[in-house]
């Protein structure tokens, strides 16, 4: 039998019980809703970046140190940007400080430490920061410590699965532990940014 036949299937099915059309959805909002009718959807429910954006969401407003933790990671990160320096700390805003080292720990235990380290899940390339987007003005999530990068090197913003190495199928098990923090990642929604996920939707 054909795999293509059943798959078809399953998608008329679950099109027909979202009432969804096939075409002029946007991806992030036919996952999501794919999610839901399925039960995958995540406890911890995160505003979207435009609420962030405003200030006015559970994340208050952007840089405010007293919002700001620092974690114990479960095991040593190695700095993108300088890789002969590891830290096994990490500053971020105390609301995602639970289910950042709850992705890590599930990500350690699940890969183990040669493995993860091999595929550059110890590279870290920043948390909080206080900055604008790269190449707009919008402040980035980043500035809320709501935003992680991960091994930028092999995960640049403009490139594509399955060239950024985060899109390929040994990372599937690593981006189920971010989504079931409720968490997004650029690459899985939209193919670029691999290297980033955030704690707020994209709209
Ligand atoms: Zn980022």
């Known amino acids: 039998m054909f795999r293509s036949a059943p798959m078809q299937n399953d998608w008329k099915l679950i099109q027909n019980h979202l009432?969804?059309?096939a075409d002029g959805i946007p991806r992030e909002?036919?996952?999501?809703?794919i999610k839901k009718a399925l039960g995958l959807v995540p406890q911890t429910k995160w505003p979207s970046q435009s609420?962030?954006?405003?200030?006015k969401s559970i994340f208050g407003v952007a840089a405010k140190q007293a919002n700001l933790v620092t974690i114990d990671l479960p095991y040593p990160m190695k700095l993108s940007w300088e890789m002969t320096t590891t830290t096994q700390k990490l500053r971020c805003h105390h609301l995602v400080a639970e289910s950042l080292k709850n992705i890590f720990q599930n990500t350690l235990d699940h890969y183990g430490l040669e493995r993860l380290s091999e595929l550059g899940l110890?590279?870290?390339?920043g948390c909080f920061n206080n900055r604008a987007i790269i190449g707009g003005k919008a402040t980035s999530l980043?500035?809320?410590g709501i935003a992680i990068d991960i091994?930028?090197?092999h995960n640049g913003l403009n490139e594509h699965a399955p060239k950024a190495r985060l899109s390929r199928a040994d990372y599937d098990a690593f981006w189920k532990?971010?989504?079931q923090e409720g968490a997004t990642s650029l690459g899985k929604e939209r193919d670029y940014d691999w290297m980033h996920f955030q704690f707020a939707s994209l709209n």
């Open 19 to 21: 009432k969804l059309k």
């Open 29 to 33: 909002k036919t996952c999501a809703a």
């Open 51 to 55: 609420e962030v954006r405003s200030g």
């Open 122 to 125: 110890d590279v870290l390339g």
């Open 142 to 144: 980043h500035a809320w």
């Open 151 to 153: 091994d930028p090197n």
């Open 177 to 179: 532990f971010v989504e």
